[in-house]
């Protein structure tokens, strides 16, 4: 198992759910963090827990619909840092709609959320991470990228194209010792399952995976022994539920 003390950890949609599951055990084994979310009072909630189990925590409050912004936001923020030995692109949205009731506007915000995001922030990332010659990137797709459900289109579209996109992104990092890993979870008890759309899922949550397990996979990747990796990951909760 790789050590990972002081290494440094931005995760992204880090004030809830799974970034913040991810946050609290990276800050167990001694990863340092930098949260991002919209929301500061939430990040820095996030951060104080994170400093209690002896680590440093900074927060950039950020909106990732800010598409515009995004690459020049995150030089910025590894700039500051001096570091950046791993990235976690959590932030994202669910939706729930049949393909034809779907409009383009909805059709277009889940691809800006959940894709091209992930697109700019990395590759603001990227000069970075070259020039200390490695690191990690962990993309948080979904199984709902790897199969296809009713009424999942737009979202289940987006998450397969992270997938791909992350198979490209490996390809051509690797000669610059850059690890790209996806991780496609089944359905996480979140509050994602409380905002527009989902909430007509009409999924038992009690049956889902919760955060914890899916930061926990998060940890074990980063934990993995130089010269190993892993391409993609998909845990399901134990019950099979989706």
Wanted: aromatic letters at 6%; glycine letters at 10%.
């Amino acid at each position: 198992m790789t050590s990972t003390q002081g290494k440094l950890a931005l995760i992204t949609g880090a004030s809830s759910g799974i970034g913040k599951a991810t946050a609290l055990a990276f800050a167990q084994a001694g990863i340092n963090l930098a949260l991002l979310s919209r929301s500061q009072d939430k990040l820095e909630q996030v951060a104080i827990a994170a400093r209690e189990l002896g680590v440093t925590a900074d927060i950039f409050p950020c909106d990732m619909a800010e598409l515009d912004q995004l690459r020049d936001r995150f030089a910025s923020f590894a700039e500051k840092l001096g570091r950046v030995d791993i990235l976690i692109n959590n932030a994202g949205i669910g939706y729930i709609n049949s393909l034809t009731d779907t409009s383009l506007t909805d059709w277009e915000r889940v691809f800006r959320l959940n894709m091209t995001s992930v697109f700019e922030s990395t590759c603001g990332i990227l000069p970075h991470m070259r020039a200390k010659g490695g690191g990690i990137i962990i993309n948080i797709s979904s199984v709902a990228g790897k199969q296809a459900f009713p009424n999942w289109g737009a979202y289940s579209a987006s998450k397969f194209a992270l997938r791909g996109w992350s198979q490209t992104l490996a390809a051509e990092e690797k000669e610059h010792g850059i690890e790209v890993t996806t991780i496609c979870p089944g359905a996480v008890n979140t509050a994602i399952w409380e905002t527009d759309t989902m909430d007509k899922a009409g999924f038992d949550r009690t049956q889902m995976l919760t955060p914890e397990a899916v930061a926990q996979t998060i940890l074990n990747v980063v934990q993995l022994p130089d010269g190993a990796a892993i391409d993609e990951i998909t845990v399901m909760p134990s019950g099979g539920a989706f």
